[in-house]
Every structure is written in C-alpha cells, then in structure tokens.
C-alpha cells in the first residue's frame, strides 16, 4: 500500500515533518514532530505542533504513532504535546539507551533519570514492523549520526532522518558522542540497496545555495548525485570527507536544551519547589574550547 504522505516544514531548525497516513482507514503516524522553542527565553511554543493538530482533526485521522527518527540535537520534539492531545505511543530506536547513558552524564542529570529507554513507549530493533491501519513500517536501524538512528519504510516511503539529506546536501554529521562516520556509511548502503525508485523523505533541509527547500528525492537520485556518498564512494573516501568537514562544525545552537529533553523523549523536566521547570547548562563541556580572542 502506498502512503498518504503531508510534509510540514519547521523554518527555524530547517525540520521536515512528516504525517503518514492511510487515508482510508484515516489513521496516522506522525514522523519527527517539533516543540517551537527560543533559546534566548527558553520558551517554548506550540504553533508547529498545533498545525499538526489540525491536519489531523481536518483529515479525521487518528494518531497511532509518534515516531522519532533519534534523539535530536537541534530541535525539541513535540511528541509529548502531540500524545497528550491526539494519542499515540511514541517510539525510538532501541539505541537511545545509550544515547540516554551519555548524556545522563553530559548534563549531569539525577537519579531521577533512568537511561532504560522508559520514557519512551516503544523501542524498536532493527527490523521491527508496525502497522499503521493498513500499511505497514518497517525499521531499519540506521546508526551513524547517533547510535539510536533508525529509519522507517512504508511501502514505497522511506523516512531516512538524519543519514543523507537531499543530494546536494549530502550527509548528517557523525561527531556526536556515539557517532561514527564509518558505520554511517554502511547505514547509508542498506538505504542505497533498495528498490531505484524509493521515495526518501528527509528530516532537515538548509536549502544550500539559495534554492527551495526540498524534501522529497529518491535512491536512484541520491546513489547517483549525493555530494558526499555516492554508489561509488568508498567507505575510505567517506570516513575521510566526513571527518574533515566535521572538524570545522560548530555545536548546534538548540544542543543543550535539544537533547536535554529529547531524552526524556520531549517531555519537560518537572518543576521544581517554585513551580518553574529548568535545564541545566554544562560548562567547558561540549564543543571546542574558545580561541584566543583577537584585538
Ligand atoms: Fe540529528
């Protein structure tokens, strides 16, 4: 069966969200939903997730699932808000434990934070089915980026998160903590051994060079022209490209608050003595240190 798929763009954090659904049955998955959020007032906003909303109630589907492709580093997911006004299980590849571990000890986070993967509903391996009224997903574990990176196909619908963006855009980053540009490679071969004509549906799209943002390509497209690996490129040649261009990136803006929450799959840390919820910020901790300041 194919799948109704509805993009929705999220222009600050450059996100593509994905509803997909079986019109018919008029039941949904939402794929990588965003909380809106500034960093400058730490507030958060619900414009983006409502639009969801309404889609939803405008269509008459019901949300079976909220599927997050990993924990992100640049933008808070909105699955939390999502669950509480529309249901469905939210769900994660099954390498958010370790995500969890790291940066339980990153943002130096209590007790209270267990790294099990039980703030989430679902925990999915590689190779998992899930139904979705009459399609069915499959996983795909696709680690590289982050270590609990998966991608989900529906028929001929495959929602790759972060491994390749659009072919002129290349590949996600692989220096996070539990990244690794060698295994992102091979995560991105399994991608590319699909049927030709694959659709893929990226998760962020910056739009290089000025053109539209683009979300929707193909395996043969990308096999053929992706700027950073193509059916051609060896496993060497990536390593080395990625590390180099790696080595000259900065920390995403929202990392802090990002992954702060999207381990606890999007939900809010619970407010303290005084009613108010609060992140921690760790120091001298991630990202480079400074450069001498110049006069
Ligand atoms: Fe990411």
């Known amino acids: 069966m194919t799948p109704t798929v509805t993009p929705f763009f999220h222009r ?5 969200t994905y509803v997909v659904a079986d019109a018919a049955a008029r039941v949904a998955a939402v794929i990588d939903p965003v909380l809106d959020f500034d960093w400058r007032s730490a507030r958060t906003g619900t414009a983006s997730a409502d639009a969801l909303l309404a889609h939803l109630a405008a269509q008459g589907l019901a949300l079976e699932w909220i599927l997050e492709t990993h924990a992100h580093a640049d ?15 939210i769900a994660i590849g099954e390498g958010i434990r370790a995500v969890q571990a790291t940066f339980k ?28 009224g009459g399609l069915e997903g499959r996983v795909i574990a696709t680690p590289g980026h982050t270590s609990d990176s998966v991608s989900y196909l529906f028929g001929d619908a495959l929602f790759v998160g972060d491994t390749v963006f659009m072919p002129d855009g290349g590949t996600a980053r692989c220096d996070f ?10 995560s991105v071969q399994r991608l590319y051994d699909l049927p030709a004509a694959t659709r893929v549906f990226v998760c962020h799209d910056y739009a290089p060079g000025g053109r ?5 390509t193909t395996v043969a497209a990308q096999r053929e022209a992706n700027i950073h690996l193509r059916a051609t490129t060896s496993e060497a040649e990536f390593v ?23 381990i606890r799959a999007g939900e809010l840390p619970p407010p303290e003595a005084d009613g108010v919820r609060y992140l921690k910020v760790p120091l001298d901790v991630l990202g480079r240190p400074l450069a001498p300041a110049s006069r």
């Open 177 to 186: 903590p539990g990244g690794d540009a060698a295994e992102l490679y091979r």
């Open 105 to 132: 000890r990153v943002f130096g986070l209590g007790p209270e934070f267990q790294p099990d993967g039980r703030q989430f509903d679902r925990l999915f391996a590689d190779g998992d089915v899930l139904r979705v």
């Open 212 to 216: 539209e943002v683009a979300f929707e």
């Open 12 to 16: 600050p954090t450059g996100t593509w």
């Open 75 to 89: 933008h808070v997911s909105g699955a939390p808000y999502l669950k509480a006004r529309a249901g469905g299980r």
């Open 240 to 262: 080395a490209l990625r590390r180099a261009r790696d080595a000259t990136l900065d920390v995403p803006n929202l990392i802090i608050p990002a992954v702060q929450l999207n």
